[in-house]
T-cell receptor, first 113, second 113 residues
Framework: DQQVKQNSPSLSVQEGRISILNCDYTNSMFDYFLWYKKYPAEGPTFLIS?????DKNEDGRFTVFLNKSAKHLSLHIVPSQPGDSAVYFCAAFSGAGSYQLTFGKGTKLSVIP | DTGVSQDPRHKITKRGQNVTFRCDPISEHNRLYWYRQTLGQGPEFLTYFQNEAQLEKSRLLSDRFSAERPKGSFSTLEIQRTEQGDSAMYLCASSYGGYSPLHFGNGTRLTVT
């Protein structure tokens, strides 16, 4: 069963516009969430994280929003740049004494110049 | 910070052979993770270590897979009697522990013919 779901396999956005990547989760024990970016032939790179006690975290052009009641989070990238083109993964720590990090399937973002 | 190093980058083996991969984590990190990723999927958790202790293993990890982290430094992942279904990218990551972000290496791509 997929506990972290990224239902959009791909997303195309014009350069300078906002990119919104979505993620849903089913496990109510998840209490810390991270976003990773992955370029081809490289390992995933950490982008930004959010604790379940917060609803927003911002770092430069990247903002993550968490709606705990809906079990939904989103990553906003403003403004989008061609170098942002990559696969983005949503991930969650299980909590309850486990430090296993569970990933979604990813969303491929293409930023069109 | 020299990053997480994995060796080899690529491995081609025949079905039934044993293979071993090595991971050198970031030196200050005490937690080390192994993941597997196949095309179109997110990284799938295999196991993790806190120093030299293996704390969690995926239920999906067959008996043919074994990981070690002697002296809490580098780690090895061995796959015995490889099968074609083992073909994947094997990723290693390390972290400070707790909910600190995982830092990934660039992976070892295994092809079983």
């Amino acid at each position: 069963d997929q506990q972290v779901k990224q239902n959009s396999p791909s997303l195309s956005v014009q350069e300078g516009r906002i990119s919104i990547l979505n993620c849903d989760y089913t496990n109510s024990m998840f209490d810390y969430f991270l976003w990773y970016k992955k370029y081809p032939a490289e390992g995933p790179t950490f982008l930004i994280s959010i604790s379940s006690i917060k609803d927003k975290n911002e770092d430069g052009r990247f903002t993550v929003f968490l709606n705990k009641s809906a079990k939904h989070l989103s990553l906003h990238i403003v403004p989008s740049q061609p170098g942002d083109s990559a696969v983005y993964f949503c991930a969650a720590f299980s909590g309850a004494g486990s430090y296993q990090l569970t990933f979604g399937k990813g969303t491929k973002l293409s930023v069109i110049p | 910070d020299t990053g997480v190093s994995q060796d080899p980058r690529h491995k081609i083996t025949k079905r039934g052979q044993n293979v071993t991969f090595r991971c050198d984590p970031i030196s200050e990190h005490n937690r080390l993770y192994w993941y597997r990723q196949t095309l179109g999927q997110g990284p799938e958790f295999l196991t993790y270590f806190q120093n030299e202790a293996q704390l969690e293993k995926s239920r999906l990890l067959s008996d043919r897979f074994s990981a070690e982290r002697p002296k809490g430094s580098f780690s090895t992942l061995e796959i015995q009697r490889t099968e074609q279904g083992d073909s994947a990218m094997y990723l290693c990551a390390s972290s400070y522990g707790g909910y600190s972000p995982l830092h990934f290496g660039n992976g070892t791509r295994l092809t079983v013919t």
